[in-house]
């Protein structure tokens, strides 16, 4: 039995596809064994979001080389879509696919076996107007089952190198995600997490068909308890989708919204598409649609130009805004894009200040937003034995509102729906007690 090895660097939505790849190996009669063992092909699905995403790509190539040199290594993914040219140069590399064209990867791997010539197989992904549809029959981590809806962006934000490694904004066919959600129900999955490079902007492409109608569509599935969105731009939440996150019952009381700075004129330099003026309206609207709800984010610190007054005022409506969660990144150049030609770079001493000063305040909003709900039941989904006391007698899971909570009770209960008690508050995990559990649309009451 011939065997491949993966390894995926990157987004969720690259493991995703690694997934997708993998089923046409799978299909074709091949084993998967670990990258670190000897295999017949090795597939290297890369990012490029960063210089560093690159070089660490790099070295896992040339590591696939040295473990099997006799081996197919094929390359593929965001670096593979922009950069073939110097992947090819690595000596051992036979096969480059970017991310389009991945479903003839077994047709590539083959013409390879019988000819032993390195094919690259990129094409120009801006020219790209179609979803292209793998299959992915289960891929979760253990209890969330994550299903892509989207691929590409049209926002061309002077930091990021994204629109031009995976092309404009595609939609995936929305019968086709229903049938999927559908399959994904009846393999036991109760909640879905939608995903995609830019996953709020489904439906730009479709003809009166938004995210807010595929979301209406999914809170129709049987079975499915919990719908959850990857990410969002504050500026596609319309009026329909207020709607949805204020009638749905399925909809999770979360969402993740970046805000990337907070900051006017920082904000016009990334080329953002909103004001904070704006973003800080739009959230108001979210919380009276769906009280409590929690709002996560990414920031980036040290943007090009970023003075010292302009993080102050970042950090106060971040403050403002009381985020349950905000995720901390320091500017970092990725070649190719405006921002990286900027001059007024921020100093490296300053942005790691700044970014501690973020992560500080993001732990105290986090404590802040658990602490509302001590003495409430929360519905959480366990999804495994609580890793900071294995063989504890305990288990941990999301609620709907993305606390994570840690409550005693066994592996019979991953996956099925809890009603959890939250007794403390914490940063990174809260601790609760299980008050009952719902099977088969039965609550059974906990002893």
Known sequence: ???????????????????????????????QVDFEQTADVYVINTC???????????????????????????????????????????????????NQ?????????????????????????????????????????RTRAFLKIQDGCNNFCTFCIIPWSRGLSRSRDPKSII???????????????????????????????????????????????????SSIEASQIDDKMLEVLNKSTKMCRHLHIPLQAGDDTVLKRMRRKYTTEEFLTKIKLIRQAMPDVAITTDVIVGFPGETDEMFRNGYELMKEIGFSEMHVFPYSKRTGTPAARMEDQVDEEVKNVRVQKLIDLSEELQLAYAEKFVGQILDVIPEREYKGAPNSGKMQGYSGNYLQLVFDGGPELEGKMCRVKLTKAGVNECEGELVSVLESGVTAYAQ
């Open 48 to 98: 490029h979001v960063t210089n560093t995403g690159d070089k660490k790509s790099r070295q896992m190539i040339r590591r696939a080389v040295r473990r099997n040199p006799e081996a197919i290594v094929a390359v593929t993914g965001c670096y593979a879509q922009t950069s073939p040219a110097e992947i090819l140069d690595i000596p051992g590399v036979d096969l480059v696919v970017g």
């Open 101 to 141: 064209d991945r479903d003839k990867f077994l047709s590539y791997v083959h013409e390879i076996e019988q000819q032993r010539k390195p094919i690259n197989a990129v094409r120009n992904i801006m020219k790209t107007r179609v979803f292209e549809e793998m299959d992915v029959p289960d891929f979760a981590e």
């Open 1 to 31: 039995m011939p065997s491949v090895a993966f390894y995926t660097l990157g987004c969720k939505v690259n493991f995703y596809d690694t997934e997708a790849i993998w089923q046409l190996f799978k299909n074709e009669g091949y084993e």
């Open 179 to 229: 049938n999927q959600a559908e399959q994904l129900v009846r393999a036991g999955y109760k909640e879905i997490v939608l995903t995609g490079i830019h996953t709020g902007g489904f439906g730009d492409d479709l003809e009166n068909y938004r995210l807010s109608d595929l979301l209406w569509d999914l809170d129709r599935v049987e079975g499915l308890e919990r719908i959850r969105i």
